[in-house]
């Protein structure tokens, strides 16, 4: 049975930072991919952070490229997001999510589309306040 735990969240000022962690079970880092997503209501998942640990690739959207950081530690089975120069926009439920690799083309096996992703975790609330 996979479960997905994330923890971290809460409220901090603009500019500030969290730390997010993802604590997996039921699910090997070494064979999956793991996403950072966030929801506000009334929108879809948006992908903000994908990391594929056998090779270390990491992808990033747009919105957060440069100020947050995506991460894994095998030994742990955790995955974290550490988010810098926080942004009211940033204001959201974020999910930890996995999905076995598989290839998608390119030498790619992971993505920020949340519609791959097989496996998610109940959320964490961060909010941003200016």
């Known amino acids: 049975q996979v479960q997905l735990v994330e923890s971290g969240g809460g409220s901090v000022q603009a500019g500030g930072s969290l730390r997010l962690s993802c604590a997996a079970s039921?699910?090997?880092?070494?064979?999956?991919?793991m996403g950072w997503f966030r929801q506000v209501p009334g929108k879809e998942h948006e992908g903000v952070a994908a990391v594929d640990p056998p090779i270390g690739s990491t992808y990033y959207s747009d919105a957060v490229k440069g100020r947050f950081t995506v991460s894994h530690d095998n030994s742990k089975n955790t995955v974290y997001l550490h988010m810098y120069y926080l942004k009211p926009e940033d204001t959201a439920m974020y999910y930890c999510?996995?999905?076995?690799?598989?290839?998608?083309?390119?030498?790619?096996?992971?993505?920020?589309?949340?519609?791959?992703?097989?496996?998610w975790g109940q959320g964490t609330q961060v909010t941003v306040s200016s």
């Open positions: 039921g699910v090997r880092l070494g064979s999956s991919c």
């Open positions: 999510a996995a999905v076995p690799r598989r290839p998608l083309g390119s030498g790619r096996y992971c993505s920020l589309d949340h519609f791959r992703y097989d496996y």
